[in-house]
């Protein structure tokens, strides 16, 4: 029953999956409603061609009796791929950026531009911190995105692709809680976002310095091995104009400045 939903899910027929499989719709029909039983072989191959995550490879493994093929390991314990991961954060500041899980809650951050989350409650920024409930939440930085409508179309247009490579429910969940978030009454109307005049869709944060604009690049690891590896996702942000680039530079300064640094190396912000 297992691999008939992934089979439907992926939207295939027994016999184009079959085929892509090396097998036969017979054989193919009779290893989901269980009268045959899998080779270990089988089960990696249908798996490869249903483009199933090595989570889901690792049940569909379980449910035929066998072992996991996959390792699921605490970060801590992935030392090169979290030192690639800090060296990657850390070379993005004094921009955002972080990793998160399936569930996108934040495993690491370069915590830059706390100026970003003034405001936000408490409950929120308590680890773990999902990253879309943050900025999309009303006791979140909601209220102070000012493209909201235009941002959570495209967060639920992530959600909704994740759900269908692999049905969490957790996902699902996380997709209707931020489906029924208010729409801040400041923020700009969804039909007044014109596409054609951005390179990519920007996310806009009203700060007590100014409004900032960035635009996000997600990356993976590629060929990982390991379920927690290829489960992780580093999000960084960009600036998408020359005044973020400014008001950027004035909370590095003001955060500077709390820290007690001289301000001497505040040149390393400068122009």
Same mark, same amino acid.
Request: some cysteine; glycine content about 2%; aromatic content about 6%.
């Given at each position: 029953?297992?691999?008939?939903?992934?089979?439907?899910?992926?939207?295939?027929?027994?016999?184009?999956?079959?085929?892509?499989?090396?097998?036969?719709?017979?054989? +193919? /029909?009779? &290893?989901?409603?269980?009268?045959?039983?899998?080779?270990?072989?089988? !089960?990696? =191959? #249908?798996?490869?061609?249903?483009?199933?995550?090595?989570?889901?490879?690792?049940?569909?493994?379980?449910?035929?009796?066998?072992?996991?093929?996959?390792?699921?390991?605490?970060?801590?314990?992935?030392?090169?791929?979290?030192?690639?991961?800090?060296?990657?954060?850390?070379?993005?500041?004094?921009?955002?950026?972080?990793?998160?899980?399936?569930?996108?809650?934040?495993?690491?951050?370069?915590?830059?531009?706390?100026?970003?989350?003034?405001?936000?409650?408490?409950?929120?920024?308590?680890?773990?911190?999902?990253?879309?409930?943050?900025?999309?939440?009303?006791?979140?930085?909601?209220?102070?995105?000012?493209?909201?409508?235009?941002?959570?179309?495209?967060? +639920? /247009?992530? &959600?909704?692709?994740?759900?269908?490579?692999?049905?969490?429910?957790? !996902?699902? =969940? #996380?997709?209707?809680?931020?489906?029924?978030?208010?729409?801040?009454?400041?923020?700009?109307?969804?039909?007044?976002?014109?596409?054609?005049?951005?390179?990519?869709?920007?996310?806009?944060?009203?700060?007590?310095?100014?409004?900032?604009?960035?635009?996000?690049?997600?990356?993976?690891?590629?060929?990982?091995?390991?379920?927690?590896?290829?489960?992780?996702?580093?999000?960084?942000?960009?600036?998408?104009?020359?005044?973020?680039?400014?008001?950027?530079?004035?909370?590095?300064?003001?955060?500077?400045?709390?820290?007690?640094?001289?301000?001497?190396?505040?040149?390393?912000?400068?122009?």
């Amino acid at each position: 029953m297992l691999l008939r939903r992934w089979r439907e899910r992926r939207r295939m027929t027994q016999a184009d999956l079959a085929h892509a499989a090396e097998s036969s719709t017979r054989h +193919l /029909s009779c &290893l989901e409603t269980g009268k045959s039983q899998p080779s270990r072989e089988m !089960i990696m =191959r #249908l798996a490869e061609h249903l483009d199933l995550p090595l989570r889901d490879q690792n049940k569909l493994l379980l449910a035929a009796s066998f072992a996991p093929a996959f390792q699921e390991r605490a970060l801590e314990e992935l030392e090169a791929a979290k030192s690639a991961i800090d060296t990657v954060l850390s070379a993005h500041r004094p921009y955002p950026a972080f990793a998160v899980d399936r569930h996108w809650n934040v495993v690491l951050s370069n915590s830059a531009l706390p100026q970003l989350y003034e405001g936000c409650s408490a409950e929120l920024l308590r680890k773990p911190v999902n990253a879309m409930r943050l900025i999309l939440h009303p006791a979140g930085m909601g209220p102070r995105i000012v493209n909201f409508a235009q941002w959570r179309v495209h967060s +639920l /247009s992530v &959600l909704r692709q994740q759900i269908e490579t692999g049905a969490d429910p957790a !996902i699902q =969940r #996380l997709h209707a809680e931020i489906a029924a978030y208010p729409v801040p009454p400041n923020s700009e109307p969804l039909a007044g976002f014109e596409a054609t005049q951005h390179l990519a869709t920007p996310l806009r944060i009203a700060t007590r310095l100014g409004t900032v604009s960035f635009l996000n690049t997600v990356t993976v690891f590629g060929t990982p091995n390991d379920v927690t590896l290829a489960e992780l996702a580093l999000e960084m942000l960009f600036p998408a104009d020359a005044r973020t680039i400014e008001i950027v530079r004035s909370m590095v300064r003001e955060q500077l400045q709390l820290d007690n640094v001289p301000s001497a190396n505040a040149q390393l912000f400068a122009t």
